[in-house]
Every structure is written in structure tokens, then in C-alpha cells.
């Protein structure tokens, strides 16, 4: 990663000063960054439950060997997403300097999740019946139990469940809570684990692709679920300043919206996209020829990627104005879900310092209906990157977008 530069004194906004991230790339950002880098697909045979009566094989699992390094890093928990949460929080952490200043800043907690401790139940079904030791399978709100226990935490703990778009949401909640004096220091994170329950819903649904994803490709099939959890750390430039910190990207803009349109499907014409789009635009004072790099929530899937690939024109696009680089990180990881938001900021936040623009690692052939985008190649390419929108989106039409720059530059 580039070297960060010192947060000017008195100066607003919020800034990222950690980041922290276990995938199905392995444990730590690191990791991440140099499987996006690479352009390397990390999704593959699912080995954590039967998949003999689906058509589809393939999803994303966090590898064995990081599992077993996670066992040293973070208490023992029956989540697995508890676990991985902990871990993507201690790395931010230790990264943003947090564990080694003794201050007293107050923490808060926001992390989202779509199964939370769900997938516990899993582990519990045996030919018996339904069973499963104890109740936590039903209490999400265990997701949180280890963060306390790796990082101190004296401020509001807030789990969301949004759906889809929940990582965005908790990196907005943190930065409300920020914004309005509640806490100096935001954990915002996401975390899931692989569930057999989410694996049979999209099968049911026909969403699976059989062997790998490709957002905004004209052969793709579906998506691929994944597991994983990443956390960033926000504060005010102010507070990072005075204890010393350096940051690593500003929060320039957050934006939300719900179309509400259907179940599953998201409005043809993408408003709810293209509003949130406008929001961050406008609150953060961007042209749009300002935005670098749109990381995508491109799952895949036939109906979503050419919605998303209409609203991003629609906001960014137009005559006379250059075609948005875009490119989706589930081709690559797998969907994520309720990881999903933060696991893409942290890539964000990596591409702003590296100067890097992730590519479309399994696109083979761009769907003409996304000719308004400048998709970007498969294995990436390097230029400039001062802004980055990422955007994500979920069932029931919820839908979050960030807008992320790079720290060094006038709103930092």
C-alpha cells in the first residue's frame, strides 16, 4: 500500500484510517488486494455441505489454511462470521494504530449481515432431525460477541440487516454516529458464512451459475454466494489528527435508497440507483466525470447487471462526458452478502493507494447492452484514481452507495 499521508488539523470529513479483511482470497487485506490484483477467480468446489442435488457445485469458502491461522488470532466461536468479523476488526485496528496509542477514544460498533448467526444451524442438522445445541443459531445479535474482546469498545454496538446492501449502511451509521458527536472512532463491518440455507434459496431461484460469475457479461448465468468479513475504520480527520493517525482514503459521500419494487428483482429503470448516485454526488460536490473507478455490485445475474449497468450511465454517463470505468469484484470472490459492502470499500481504499483499477477478471464477452461503460479488462489496469463510487445492492430494493477519495487530496 502507498504511503499515507497525515491528517491536516481542523480540517472536516471523515476519513479511513484502518482496514481489515478475511475472504475467500485468504486472511487479511493483503490478501485480498493481491487476489484482485492478479485478477484470480477464488471460488470453487463447496466443501462445507452437500451439493449433490443442486446443479451448481461452486461458491466462495474462506480457504483451510486461513481457517486454521484464525484459530490463533480470535477467541473460539460457534460463528464462524463471529470469528472472521473479530479478525477483520483486530487488523483494521492494529492497522489504524488504534492498539498501540492507549487512547480513550470512544468506539462504537455498526456491521451488517444477512444470515448473521444462521448458518450455525447448519452444523446442527443431523439425519435426527432439525437440532442444534443452545439458541445463538437464532440470536444474530451473537455476531458481535468477539469484537469487544480484540478491540476496545465503549461506544454504541449496532447490528443491521438490510440485506444485500447492508456493508454500505453500516459504513453510513458510522459515519452518522461520527457526524453527530456519538462516538470518535467507527468499526464499521460485514460479515457472513457460507449458509446451505442461502445456497438452496438461489438454487430455487435459478440465480447459480455453474462455474464461475460474470457480472455484465453476455454468457453469464448467475452468481456464485460466498463468506468472508471486512471491517473499516472511520473517524473525523480532526480526531486522527490529534492522536497522531494517518489516513488512508476520506469518506467523501454516502447515499441510500429503496425502490421497493418487487421481491427479488430490482426496478428495470434502476432509480433507486441512479438517487443514490445523485446523493453522493451532491453532497460530496463531484461531476461525475470526477468518479475514477465504479466498483460494481454486479452479481451476475441476467436481470440485475443490466439494471445497474442502465443506472450507472444514466447518473454518470451522457454526451460528452467519458464512459465510467466499472468493473464487479464477485466474479472474483463470489457475492458475499452481507460482507459485501465493506469487503469492496476495502478494496476501494487499497485501489486509491495503489493507483490500480481491478478488472472484470471473468468477463469474456461485454454484454452490448453495456456499451455506455468502459468496463474495465480482466486483469486490470493502472491509472490515476482519486474517486471511487462503490455501489451495492439487495432483495427488497434496498440499495447503498459510497463515495471514497483519496487521502492526501483537498476533502482530506
Known amino acids: 500500500m502507498a504511503t499515507a499521508v497525515e491528517c491536516p488539523p481542523g480540517r472536516a470529513g471523515i476519513v479511513v484510517t484502518g482496514v481489515g479483511a478475511v475472504s475467500p482470497a485468504g486472511l487479511g487485506h493483503r490478501a485480498l488486494w493481491d487476489a484482485v490484483r492478479e485478477g484470480r477467480v477464488t471460488t470453487g468446489p463447496v466443501t462445507r455441505f452437500d451439493t449433490s442435488r443442486h446443479p451448481s457445485h461452486r461458491a466462495g469458502e474462506i480457504p483451510r489454511s486461513a481457517l486454521s491461522r484464525l484459530d490463533s488470532l480470535v477467541p473460539p466461536h460457534r460463528s464462524l462470521a463471529a470469528r472472521c468479523l473479530a479478525a477483520a476488526a483486530a487488523e483494521a485496528a492494529h492497522g489504524a494504530g488504534l492498539t498501540r496509542t492507549g487512547s480513550r477514544a470512544r468506539t462504537g460498533v455498526f456491521a451488517g449481515t444477512v444470515m448473521g448467526t444462521r448458518p450455525v444451524l447448519d452444523h446442527g442438522i443431523t439425519s435426527a432431525g432439525l437440532t442444534a445445541e443452545g439458541t445463538d443459531w437464532a440470536e444474530p445479535e451473537r455476531l458481535l460477541d468477539l469484537v469487544p474482546e480484540v478491540v476496545p469498545v465503549d461506544g454504541p454496538v449496532v447490528l443491521l440487516a438490510s440485506g444485500c446492501s447492508v456493508g454500505g449502511d453500516a459504513v453510513a451509521c458510522g459515519a452518522a454516529a461520527i457526524s453527530e458527536g456519538e462516538v470518535d472512532v467507527a468499526i464499521c463491518g460485514g460479515a457472513e458464512e457460507l449458509s446451505q440455507e442461502v445456497f438452496a434459496m438461489f438454487t430455487t431461484l435459478r440465480a447459480l451459475a455453474p462455474d464461475v460469475a460474470r457480472p455484465f457479461d453476455g454468457d453469464r448465468l448467475g452468481m456464485q454466494p460466498a ?172 440499495v447503498s452507495a459510497l463515495l471514497l477519495g483519496a487521502a492526501g487530496g483537498d476533502d482530506a
Not at 249 to 273: E, F, I, K, S
Not at 338 to 362: D, K
Open 227 to 398: 463468506e468472508g468479513a471486512a471491517v473499516v475504520i472511520l473517524e473525523s480527520a480532526e480526531h486522527c489528527a490529534a492522536r497522531g493517525g494517518l489516513p488512508l482514503a476520506v469518506l467523501l459521500a454516502h447515499g441510500a435508497a429503496a425502490d421497493a419494487y418487487h421481491l427479488t428483482r430490482p426496478r428495470p429503470t434502476g432509480d433507486a440507483l441512479v438517487e443514490a448516485i445523485g446523493t453522493c454526488l451532491r453532497d460530496a460536490d463531484r461531476a461525475p466525470e470526477e468518479i475514477d473507478w465504479v466498483c460494481a455490485h454486479g452479481t451476475g445475474t441476467p436481470a440485475s447487471d443490466g439494471v445497474e449497468a442502465r443506472a450507472i450511465v444514466s447518473a454518470l454517463g451522457g454526451p460528452g462526458r467519458r464512459r465510467p470505468a466499472v468493473s464487479s469484484l464477485k466474479g472474483m470472490l463470489g457475492h458475499t452478502q452481507g460482507a459485501a459492502g465493506v469487503l469492496e470499500a476495502v478494496v476501494a481504499v487499497l485501489a486509491l493507494a495503489a493507483e490500480h483499477l481491478p478488472g472484470n477478471a471473468t468477463l469474456r464477452r461485454p454484454d452490448p447492452a453495456c456499451a455506455g461503460l468502459d468496463l474495465v479488462p480482466p486483469r486490470g489496469r493502472e491509472a490515476p484514481v482519486a474517486t471511487v463510487l462503490s455501489l451495492a445492492f439487495g432483495l427488497g430494493g434496498g
